[in-house]
């Protein structure tokens, strides 16, 4: 493996994770205000919602951060 590909990975990595973050973010909005019913029917957001949920539940394994961490990062960013 090439010097700094690691470090190169780990940046990657945090990247997708900060975007599946708020992406996870933006539907927990969505279903606390009740938007949701304009744009998906129950089941289809409950099905997104989940998916939402897995991505970033994967890319904080891949990431190495914990589910504390993501979410006080969460806390202090909103």
Do not use: C, I
Not at 43 to 56: G, H, S
């Amino acid at each position: 493996m090439p010097a700094g590909s690691h470090r190169s990975f780990d940046l990657v990595s945090r990247a997708f994770l900060a975007l599946a973050q708020r992406r996870h973010a933006y539907y927990l909005e969505l279903l606390q205000s009740g938007r949701w019913q304009h744009y998906f029917s129950e089941q289809e957001f409950a099905e997104r919602l989940r998916d939402v949920m897995n991505v970033t539940k994967f890319w904080n394994t891949l990431a190495g951060e914990t589910a504390e961490a993501s979410a006080s990062d969460e806390r202090t960013a909103a």
